[in-house]
């Protein structure tokens, strides 16, 4: 529908654009037109954001920014673009200036923090025979191995890259919190959540992957920020 804004949905760590698969059908289904995953390639927040930014600057008209789990980090560093309307943060970092995913997460570590294990080569993965449990518990077995094969691993450096100047902080913003996380601490996405005073908090029965489980509830709160 033309008085629909654009979605361009940002993917986090361990996973890549196809992670928002479901959602991408979901919000077509409801006439989402105009749909873009970026691919980033996780190797650093400037380059991240950079990628973000080049796509959003592609779309002629309003966009909503939809950043998942360090996705969150980069749609507040490069949701400041004129043409963004909204971000929605789905199990998301908010860092505020200064901060960085990797000091959230030693605030307050996840139940899977043990998990991720470095390489020779200094990327960061999420160990295969743990990324079930860890990522995506309330997922197939089926859908959890091949997310577990194809992850997309990102630099350890990118965990400790800090945020300059938040876009919450000019942007309207939406929040779901997961409440059986194991990749970010609950409490530490309601206390992101909350600082930024939010038009809307959701909670969900979910993993860190509600955007695979809970694919309408994700885009019932799409929509509430593109009607917003």
Not at 45 to 62: C, F, I, N, S, Y
Not at 176 to 187: A, C, F, K, L, Y
Not at 197 to 225: T, V
Request: charged share 25%.
């Amino acid at each position: 529908m033309a008085d629909k804004p654009a979605i361009v949905l940002v993917h986090g760590f361990w996973g890549g654009a196809a992670h928002w698969s479901k959602e991408i059908l979901e919000l077509r289904s409801r006439g989402y037109t105009d749909l873009h995953a970026v691919e980033n390639p996780l190797t650093s927040l400037a380059e991240d954001a950079e990628r973000t930014r080049k796509m959003v600057k592609q779309v002629d008209g309003p966009v909503i920014l939809v950043g998942h789990s360090y996705g969150g980090a980069v749609i507040t560093e490069a949701g400041d673009l004129p043409n963004v309307i909204g971000l929605v943060y789905v199990a998301a970092f908010a860092p505020d200036r200064g901060e960085s995913p990797g000091q959230i997460s030693q605030e307050h570590p996840p139940e899977a923090f043990e998990n991720i294990v470095p390489d020779s080569d200094g990327y960061l993965w999420v160990a295969q025979d743990k990324y079930h449990w860890s990522f995506c518990a309330d997922l197939s077995e089926e859908e959890a191995y091949v997310m577990a094969v194809t992850q997309k691993a990102p630099l350890a450096s990118t965990f400790g890259d800090a945020i300059g100047d938040p876009a919450w902080r000019k942007k309207p913003v939406w929040y779901q919190v997961s409440t059986r996380d194991r990749m970010i601490d609950p409490g530490n996405e309601r206390r992101m959540a909350e600082r930024m005073s939010p038009r809307k908090i959701i909670e969900l029965d979910a993993s860190h992957a509600s955007l695979a489980s809970h694919p309408k509830d994700i885009a019932d709160l799409i929509d509430d920020a593109a009607q917003g």
